[in-house]
């Protein structure tokens, strides 16, 4: 059976917030081209946005300044994640709300990049800032502090393919025998550094790419690592077990023979017994699925940065970008349909960490901007 996103009225569904903030902060890099080309063919940039903006008086939003806008719209307020896009900003607008914001104290590990303000508060808040001048637009995107306590490494499953941080401060988020993922605390640039190294001497050397704040390898028999520096002496550590692991792993288990005494007297066939090899199909489908769409969102980016570096060619662009915005709005339509809630642990964990890797690319495209 193959796997097919849930609808948006499920029965019982629950559209994930990841997925919310991974749509909305594509979309919000998708108009930026849109408004860039538009501008070089003498359309001119500019917001026509018609949503009125309410601004929370509780939870994360209240963490940061309001701004002094009634245009715009809240994406995601939860107890995780605030998420807003505030319309008819110019440049000017973004640079005071960048300082309001250091005024509150954004200034920790801070990054600016013109059109790109992103830091931490000194309990642990993550805050980016994004201006898109074309389209008068910003989108502020704040993240609650990731709650830590003290965590035993496993020494069994797919945790147990790589070395355990010096670290025992952190979060498991998921652990089986196929993936693992944590977030380890009090573990800095350095030690990130020094992990790296670690896996690296472990046999992490195939197919690898390393950054500043990101490494991901195989080593020889398969098994996938990626390791990223999240700022704020947090690092975030996962694992996938080699494919063919995975597979056994995943095979059902053999129903035991019924006793001969229990057999049916009556010489009629007993029923055949359910397997788990519809839940695994899903399971197989599901990751694919992902893996595709991470596939094509890097595609994607790619495009965004080619066309950063050789702006003088958009006419030309133009055409593959219809054809890839085509693509975009397939994809946004299956993501958006996921129901997080019909997955298993582990699968959810793999959604997320795609996701978390895709929004980081989008925002490298923001930062290089």
């Given amino acids: 059976m193959k796997w097919e996103p849930a609808g948006k009225n499920a029965p019982g569904g629950k559209r994930g917030k990841k997925n919310r903030l991974l749509i909305a902060v594509a979309v919000i890099a998708v108009i930026a081209i849109i408004g860039r080309i538009a501008s070089c063919g003498g359309g001119g940039g500019g917001g026509n946005a018609t949503e009125k903006l309410e601004w929370p008086t509780t939870g994360l939003a209240t963490v940061l300044p309001k701004p002094n806008s009634d245009k715009g719209e809240v994406v995601i307020d939860n107890d995780d994640?605030?998420?807003?896009?505030?319309?008819?900003?110019?440049?000017?607008?973004?640079?005071?709300?960048?300082?309001?914001?250091?005024?509150?104290?954004?200034?920790?590990?801070?990054?600016?990049?013109?059109?790109?303000?992103?830091?931490?508060l000194d309990d642990g808040h993550h805050l980016r800032l994004m201006f898109y001048d074309g389209m008068e637009q910003m989108d502020i995107t704040l993240e609650a502090p990731i709650e830590l306590g003290t965590i035993t490494w496993p020494t069994a499953g797919a945790a147990a393919l790589v070395p355990a941080p010096t670290s025992t401060t952190g979060k498991i988020n998921s652990d089986?025998?196929?993936?693992?993922?944590?977030?380890?605390?009090?573990?800095?640039?350095?030690?990130?550094?020094?992990?790296?190294?670690?896996?690296?001497?472990?046999?992490?050397?195939?197919?690898?790419?390393?950054?500043?704040?990101?490494?991901?390898?195989?080593?020889?028999?398969g098994a996938h690592v990626s390791v990223r520096y999240e700022g704020f002496s947090v690092m975030s550590v996962s694992v996938d077990a080699p494919e063919a692991s995975a597979e056994q792993a995943e095979q059902p288990v053999e129903t035991p023979a019924e006793p001969e005494a229990l057999a049916p007297t009556d010489g009629a066939p007993a029923a055949p017994s359910e397997t788990t090899a519809e839940t695994t199909g899903t399971t197989s489908d599901f990751r694919a699925m992902v893996d595709e769409y991470e596939a094509f969102m890097n595609s994607y980016c790619d495009f965004m940065e080619t066309y950063s570096s050789d702006s003088g060619n958009v006419v030309s662009m133009a055409i593959d970008y219809a054809s890839m915005m085509a693509q975009y709005g397939d994809w946004a339509t299956k993501i958006d349909a996921v129901d997080e809630s019909a997955l298993s642990a582990e699968d959810n964990q793999y959604f997320i960490d795609a996701q978390t890797r895709i929004n980081q690319r989008l925002w490298s495209i923001g930062l290089s901007e």
Avoid: L
């Fill in 176 to 221: 089986s025998s196929t993936h693992f993922s944590a977030s380890v605390g009090e573990t800095g640039p350095e030690a990130y550094s020094s992990y790296v190294e670690a896996c690296i001497a472990a046999g992490f050397n195939v197919d690898y790419n390393r950054g500043d704040d990101s490494f991901t390898a195989d080593n020889a028999a």
């Fill in 81 to 120: 994640m605030f998420d807003a896009n505030i319309d008819g900003w110019a440049k000017s607008d973004y640079d005071a709300y960048v300082e309001q914001c250091k005024e509150r104290g954004f200034t920790i590990e801070a990054s600016d990049g013109g059109s790109t303000y992103e830091a931490f």
